[in-house]
């Protein structure tokens, strides 16, 4: 498919193809950004995750005793990259529903 | 008087008297005479015969009706004004001035309109050259409807003339919440290119949506020009509705005329833009 520079002035619009060395520069920059996809997936699930651990660090508190299960729950949001080590194990932490809500069940508060 | 002695005076005189004319009975005058009279009956015939032609061009009538100037034929060269307008001018009252009116250029601090439209899909946007050092040191910048982000940031780099300005050159920073009461937050120094703010996810139900402005300034060498804005919508990767503020500067003395905006990952993009040179 081409690809395109849209040049826009005050006098109109021009829409050039890309060719050539620019366009080996853009493939190759496109490869290089889709061989980063399972780092940047990694990225939002560490913020998925860090969301959740700052909602219950409260639990933390001196005069506060945290459940068991809210413990065994924020231990197992830690280990998430080190039990998850694939972008196919990525993609189902990250899966939604139509609505947009995360369909894995590692994301709810117990 | 006897007709022998009128005539005897005409004669003598060489001419009739005005009171004998006054009273001459029209039917009296036949023979070539005659053929020079205008009968009341042709008076009345040739007024019922006229019919008054429509007025037609940018004033126009109907028959002998009022005349009107058409709809949406009045130009700039219709108008009497004291000077030659430049683009971008505005018409202004001078009562002093020929016609009342002068064309003078927009009054500090107006937003005048440089360029807008729908840029089509593609990797690259590049704003040429509608800086005006001359008019406006800041512009604003709209982008609405932006579509084709896939969880990527709209990445921003100068331009001068044609020049792409890819040195790292750019120093950076955004900071934004999230529906869910979190921040989101990032910053880089030296880098090609500056986001303008946090990833975002373009999709048609979830368009994103741009604001920023660009401060040029010409004779600064080190961050004169910068860009401040904001950029919100809804990110289906996080699940949150966002906005985040961002700034940055570029540590350089190219004198920039335009920018070039791209999405991180070479995504094509398309959206609805507009820029505003804000008037000295």
């Known amino acids: 498919m081409a690809e395109y520079n849209n040049i826009i002035r005050l006098e109109g619009v021009t829409r050039v193809e890309i060719t050539g060395e620019e366009l080996t520069k853009l493939e190759a920059d496109r490869t290089a950004f889709a061989n980063k996809s399972s780092e940047r997936k990694l990225e939002v699930i560490k913020q998925l995750r860090l969301d959740r651990l700052k909602e219950t660090d409260w639990y933390s508190n001196s005069d506060v005793t945290m459940p068991d299960n809210v413990k065994t729950w924020r231990q197992t949001l830690r280990d998430l990259p080190a039990n998850h080590s694939n972008e196919t194990a990525y993609d189902a932490l990250l899966a939604r529903d139509k609505d947009g809500n995360l369909t894995h069940s590692v994301w709810s508060k117990p | ?13 060489g001419s009739i008297e005005t009171a004998e004319i006054t009273s001459l009975d029209a039917a009296k005058l036949t023979g070539n005479i005659a053929d020079a009279r205008v009968p009341a009956s042709a008076v009345t015939q040739h007024a019922n015969n006229y019919t008054h032609p429509n007025h037609s061009g940018e004033v126009t009538s109907t028959a002998d009706g009022a005349t009107v100037i058409t709809d949406n034929i009045v130009d700039e060269a219709n108008l009497k004004v004291s000077n030659t307008p430049t683009n971008g001018y505005m018409l202004t009252a001078q009562s002093g001035n020929t016609g009342g009116l002068t064309w003078a250029d927009a009054p500090s601090g107006t937003h005048v309109k440089l360029v807008s439209g729908s840029a089509s899909s593609s990797v690259n946007h590049d704003f040429q050259n509608f800086m005006d050092t001359s008019k406006y040191n800041s512009y604003m910048v709209q982008f609405s409807k932006v579509i084709g982000l896939a969880s990527n940031a709209l990445h921003f780099q100068f331009v001068a003339n044609t020049t792409v300005l890819t040195n790292s050159n750019y120093w950076w920073a955004f900071h934004g919440h999230r529906s869910t009461n979190n921040e989101i937050v990032n910053y880089g120094e030296q880098s090609a290119q500056a986001p303008l703010g946090s990833a975002m996810v373009g999709s048609s139900g979830n368009a994103a949506n741009y604001l920023f402005h660009i401060y040029n300034n010409p004779n600064s060498t080190n961050m004169g020009n910068n860009v401040y804005g ?43 833009y507009a820029i505003y040179g804000i008037a000295k």
């Open chain 2, 1 to 13: 008087m006897t007709k022998a002695r009128q005539l005897a005076d005409l004669i003598s005189s």
């Open chain 2, 230 to 272: 904001h950029n919100w919508g809804y990110r289906s990767d996080l699940g949150d509705y966002l906005f985040t503020d961002y700034a940055f500067g570029f540590n350089n003395s190219h004198n920039v005329t335009g920018f070039r905006v791209h999405a991180e990952g070479n995504d094509a993009t398309t959206f609805d």
